[in-house]
């Protein structure tokens, strides 16, 4: 069975980090992108970052250049993101989710599997 599993999420202090990681099995990680989106109470989900298993190509919502890093290999089918300089509107239920082939898609419908999501919030 496909598996996705995120976790690492947690309160922290505006300015503060946390690293979140996905966990993947039951499919060839190399011919799937990893994306990580967010959802905010009311708000749509969004699309904040991803990774290209086969190129290690990476793509970044502009809300989140230069603050997020997505990397994967510490452990084996695992993505992570690092999340740096958290501000309050990075508040979201993150998730994880895999499409085949490349990135190039911040679209919801153009992933595959999904995983359970992981609360971020981030609040003094």
């Known amino acids: 069975d496909v598996q996705l599993q995120a976790f690492g999420g947690g309160l922290v202090q505006p300015g503060g980090s946390l690293r979140l990681s996905c966990a993947a099995s039951?499919?060839?990680?190399?011919?799937?992108?990893i994306g990580w989106f967010r959802q905010a109470p009311g708000k749509e989900r969004e699309g904040v970052s991803c990774?290209?298993?086969?190129?290690?190509?990476?793509y970044y919502a502009d809300s989140v250049k230069g603050r997020f890093t997505i990397s994967s290999g510490n452990a084996k089918n695992t993505v992570y993101l690092q999340m740096n300089s958290l501000k309050p509107e990075d508040t979201a239920v993150y998730y994880c989710?895999?499409?085949?082939?490349?990135?190039?898609?911040?679209?919801?419908?153009?992933?595959?599997?999904w995983g359970q999501g992981t609360q971020v919030t981030v609040s003094s």
């Open positions: 989710a895999a499409r085949v082939g490349y990135c190039g898609s911040f679209y919801s419908y153009d992933y595959d599997y």
């Open positions: 990774i290209s298993s086969s190129d290690g190509s990476t």
């Open positions: 039951g499919f060839t990680f190399d011919d799937y992108a």
